[in-house]
């Protein structure tokens, strides 16, 4: 018998280590895009405005993290504003994908900058707000499969890449939580309808990617077409299918006039990733390439695509992974006139493939596509593995998965450390 609450207090124990050494492990700067992505919260918080795309890159990106972040800024800022200052040491930019540190700290440089970790530990804390949205949605897709949910958790959760990006400065977190409530609307529903909270989870989908982060348009999408077909073949919603999208019209038109410029921005966005390609994009060593580096940056390559897993572990897990999804697909298929919780799986099927299928597809626009794109889909994709290795294991094995999946990943994480970050990444406070 599997006691859940002492597993879920252990996963949730171990997710915050492994997130905390990591934020510690790594120095500031070195997770990708994070001076970038401070500047813009600190610029707001210093000169109350934000900055412009030529001044910063990331400015382009919904706007929700870095107003939410600058108040952080702020709240350092009355206390000593050292704190929270914007100071990056000498760097050398050709050490991009390379395994040494981009950023030059010294014992005679070094800075502990409060304001950037204090963003780390709260992106970690909405990495576990995630996990825990993602937990209730596995309660309701696996019922009676206790052993299948906590592995599925353990899976997500101690993901070496995943702990790594939840614990660095980024939108990245925010769209990983978004993912996850609209994951777990997207399973409620079918259980438990209700046309408010169809309404309402409708909304989220439209509104969520353009605050938070675009990663999240897939799951939206997803979840738009669950809504849809749901009400469209009942005939006593059909009003409301009417109802949400009148709704949705009229919820994005009052956000287009209050926040034009991220509307447009947003759209300008989606057009180029949608109908742009790259001069190589369908040359097999592109592909090849493009496939290779979603992988790799799923399972754990930290920094500027400099340190990663050995690629045999890679290997292993994503043949693990596609095992897994395999298996699964050809159960599904086969209950699909005897599940009673088939528009539940269904469900989970669409947010996952739609999310594969999106970053893939970016990678045909800009070579700038990672495996971290695809976490706000991580709930889904990982039941969708562990599914799969549960429906053909022994019943003896499957309260033994947690255990197993548990020491895989943090075995993972621990060979990270030791083989790469530790030797690279120099770390005068820790000394």
């Known amino acids: 018998m599997v006691n859940e609450r002492r597993w879920l207090a252990l996963i949730f124990a171990l997710y915050f280590l492994l997130a905390f050494g990591y934020s510690l492990l790594m120095p500031i700067w070195e997770a990708p895009d994070e001076p970038a992505h401070y500047h813009l919260a600190w610029h707001l918080a210093r ?25 952080v800024i702020r709240a350092l800022d009355e206390f000593n504003p050292k704190f929270s200052d914007y100071y990056i040491p000498p760097h050398q930019a050709r050490n991009y994908r390379k395994p040494v540190a981009m950023f030059n700290w010294t014992s005679t440089n070094y800075r502990f900058l409060l304001g950037v970790y204090s963003l780390r530990w709260i992106n970690i ?37 995943y702990l790594h990006i939840m614990s660095s400065v980024s939108n990245d977190a925010l769209g990983t939580l978004a993912g996850a409530l609209l994951f777990y609307l997207a399973i409620r529903f079918p259980r438990e309808p209700s046309n408010l909270l169809g309404l309402l989870s409708l909304l ?26 749901k009400w469209f073949f009942s005939p006593d919603s059909k009003r409301w299918l009417v109802f949400s999208g009148l709704a949705v019209l009229l919820g ?17 966005e989606i057009k180029w990733r949608l109908f742009s390609f790259r001069k190589n994009a369908f040359t097999y060593k592109y592909i090849k390439f493009i496939l290779s580096q979603i992988i790799w940056t799923y399972w754990g390559k930290v920094g500027w695509l400099a340190i990663g897993l050995h690629a ?13 999804m395999l298996l699964h697909a050809g159960r599904f298929i086969r209950s699909r006139t005897t599940d009673p919780q088939f528009n539940q799986w269904l469900g989970t099927w669409m947010i996952g ?3 594969l299928l999106a970053v893939f597809r970016n990678g045909l626009t800009t070579s700038a596509t990672q495996g971290r794109f695809l976490f706000p889909a991580i709930g889904a994709l990982s039941i969708l593995m562990v599914a799969g290795w549960h429906s053909v294991l022994p019943e003896r094995i499957h309260r033994h998965l947690p255990v197993i999946v548990t020491l895989l990943m943090v075995s993972c994480t621990l060979i990270l450390w030791q083989s790469g970050i530790l030797p690279a990444y120099y770390q005068p406070f820790l000394e």
């Open 353 to 355: 493939v739609f999310t």
């Open 47 to 71: 000169k109350d405005r934000y900055p412009t795309y030529e001044r910063n890159y990331e400015a382009n990106q919904p706007h929700a993290y870095y107003y939410a972040a600058s108040f």
């Open 204 to 229: 989220f989908a439209v509104v969520l990617p353009f605050i938070t982060k675009l990663t999240v348009l897939p799951v939206s999408v997803a979840v738009l077409v669950i809504f849809a077909w």
């Open 252 to 268: 994005a038109g009052i956000f287009s006039i209050l926040f034009p410029e991220t509307i447009q921005s947003a759209l300008s």
């Open 312 to 324: 045999y572990i890679v290997n292993f897990l994503t043949a693990l992974g596609l095992t897994g």
């Open 125 to 161: 804390l909405f990495g576990a707000l995630a996990l825990w949205l993602n937990w209730k949605s596995f309660r309701l897709l696996a019922l009676e499969k206790p052993g299948l949910r906590l592995a599925a958790l353990a899976l997500g959760a101690l993901t070496p890449q």
